[in-house]
């Protein structure tokens, strides 16, 4: 035909076995088989089969087609497009000016040659840690001990004799804002300022809480390795009031793996279904999902952050039989944010919990402040890639590190007697440090003596609060039953207690007078004193403070109960367990 640019020498040997050859962006089928043979075009364009790529589920061809014009596009389609016309006319229109105007038997012919010449590989579907030994980010592959690999504009690169396509780098997407939002934002960068600078700055800024940022963003970046030892991974909590640079520590820790301040769940909006929470966590792996703005009122997310910990997701069913099931795996580690802190003692335990107090700063921590949020507008994922590439001093020290610290954990005073789970967490951060500080990749901003000081607080106040939240349950259980009580043991509404809104009063000494009768009883232990229930009280997020309202009080020359001016402790019923605060309100309405 004209305009044909091979040589006839290496076009028989391609139409002897399959009565066609591809040349000039078109693909021309044998149209007679004696002598002059004729050839007829059925495409305006060129095309090649650039892999297979094998999934068990969704099997991909990935195809690279140029048309006449020399627009070029690499996309990738389900593996039985080339079975029927139709279906295949449909891909290509899909893409631009591509047509197909071949029959079933053409098509058929077309697909033996594509087979036999296409390439073998698989689709990237989750950026991060690949079970392939290489750590995929948008733009760049890190294999730990050897050069990275570059990631072409098609979102193809090569490893260990295979193919790889990675969708979310293809530049077919580039300016599309709906696909692959979050992958796009995942790529490798270098910042004008060291990985000592911006860790110091991180410290300075972020003090003891920085320093637990710091190991918890380093040891999520080998989570799969640790979790197989240790069998659970923390999840890092920040309590706190507003403008305590919560959002901007987990920025910090976010930025390192490409994420943005942007990249978060909340909670408290209930947009995002439990499922859809727990997906985002399957996205990528060996990397973080901040969860924002927690609040105890939602049982759904208490039980789902439990699960977090020991890395349980949840099953789908399958077309393959009735009971058959796939998992949905968890990828990442979490890091929650909120201004209130879980009351769930389970929950509680599987936390490396940090209370941020602080809001109030001078101009020099402003200043230091201000200089970190400027180190945040450049990449800084160069320094994640350089704890990635120690992915093998992981794999041979972390058991051993890891069972030393447990062990020395375990003896300090703070730790005593703790929950193993506890112990864990911080024997996991403490493994970590030990880790990349013999490796010598980078010059931490602290050393041993400060992280066990850190650590020692860490536990202290948590473990306070596990003891506070399981005596405040028991509380509440026996407000309740007070509540329903007989009218001579009762809790008596405008006397006792007393509702406006969301805020619930109570007259605390004679609230916990009648508490203190029944704890024996119902728990078989002596009742914490009535200081303890004060002092920690004021510790709960639920807490507002004291007032003056106007309650019944008796009187001591009638005997009888007059309306007088009393001092009682306000309660935010909204920020109390959503059980435990629709109890309260039905058993106040059946009182009534």
Not at 467 to 488: E, H, N, Q, Y
């Amino acid at each position: 035909p004209f305009g044909v640019t091979m040589k006839v020498e290496d076009i028989e040997p391609i139409v002897d076995k399959y009565e066609l050859f591809i040349d000039n962006n078109q693909i021309y089928m044998q149209d007679s088989y004696t002598w002059p043979i004729d050839f007829r075009s059925v495409s305006n364009f060129s095309i090649e089969i650039l892999q297979h790529m094998n999934d068990d589920k969704f099997p991909k061809k990935l195809l690279r087609v140029c048309n006449i014009k020399g627009e070029e596009r690499i996309f990738d389609v389900p593996a039985n497009t080339l079975n029927a016309p139709q279906r295949f006319k449909d891909a290509l229109s899909d893409q631009g000016n591509y047509r197909f105007d071949g029959n079933q038997k053409d098509l058929d012919k077309l697909a033996a040659y594509l087979f036999d010449h296409m390439g073998v590989g698989r689709k990237v579907d989750v950026l991060g840690w690949n079970p392939e030994g290489f750590y995929c980010w948008n733009n760049s592959v890190t294999v730990p001990g050897q050069p990275s690999i570059p990631i072409n504009q098609n979102g193809i690169f090569h490893f260990d004799g295979h193919t790889y396509y990675v969708p979310s780098a293809n530049e077919i997407y580039r300016n599309n804002p709906y696909r692959y939002a979050l992958q796009k934002k995942i790529v490798l960068k270098s910042a004008s300022f060291s990985i000592e600078d911006y860790l110091s700055q991180v410290y300075k800024v972020h003090r003891e809480f920085g320093l637990v940022g710091i190991l918890f963003a380093f040891a999520s970046a080998h989570q799969d390795i640790i979790f197989n030892v240790a069998k659970g991974f923390p999840e890092f909590f920040l309590y706190g009031p507003a403008s305590t640079g919560k959002d901007q520590l987990f920025s910090c820790i976010k930025r390192m793996f490409g994420l943005t301040e942007t990249d978060l769940i909340s909670l408290e909006n209930g947009q995002s279904t439990g499922k859809s929470k727990l997906r985002t966590f399957a996205e990528t792996s060996n990397m973080v999902v901040h969860l924002s703005e927690w609040t105890n009122s939602n049982r759904e997310n208490v039980g789902m952050a439990k699960e977090l910990w020991g890395k349980n997701g949840y099953k789908i069913g399958t077309m393959d039989s009735k009971v058959s099931t796939d998992m949905i795996p968890i990828l990442c580690s979490a890091m929650i944010t909120g201004n209130e802190y879980p009351s769930d003692t389970a929950l509680l335990s599987r936390l490396v919990f940090g209370e941020m107090t602080k809001n109030l700063f001078n101009d020099q921590e402003v200043e230091d402040y201000k200089k970190l949020a400027k180190m945040l507008t450049e990449s800084v994922t160069e320094f994640m890639d350089k704890v990635i590439w120690q992915r093998e001093a992981f794999e041979k020290n972390f058991s051993d590190k890891f069972n030393l610290y447990k062990k020395t954990l375990s003896q300090r005073p703070s730790f005593a007697g703790a929950i193993d789970r506890i112990i864990t967490n911080y024997a996991i951060l403490g493994a970590t440090y030990e880790i990349l500080r013999d490796v010598n990749a980078f010059v931490f901003p602290f050393g041993i003596d400060e992280i066990l000081k850190v650590f020692d607080s860490f536990a202290q106040n948590l473990r306070s609060k596990i003891s506070s939240a399981s005596i405040f349950i028991k509380f509440w259980d026996l407000f309740i039953i007070a509540l329903r009580g007989s009218s001579a043991g009762h809790l008596k509404e405008d006397r006792d207690y007393r509702i406006d809104g969301d805020i619930l009063s109570i007259q605390f000494t004679s609230v916990f007078n009648n508490i203190q009768r029944e704890w024996f009883p119902r728990f078989n232990e002596s009742c914490p004193s009535k200081k303890t229930f004060q002092d920690e009280i004021k510790n709960e997020s639920y807490y507002k403070g004291t007032a003056k309202k106007r309650m019944l009080v008796e009187s001591e020359e009638s005997g009888k109960e007059k309306s007088n001016a009393v001092s009682v402790y306000e309660i935010e019923l909204s920020k109390l367990p959503e059980e435990t605060k629709e109890n309260i309100i039905n058993a106040i309405y059946w009182q009534r």
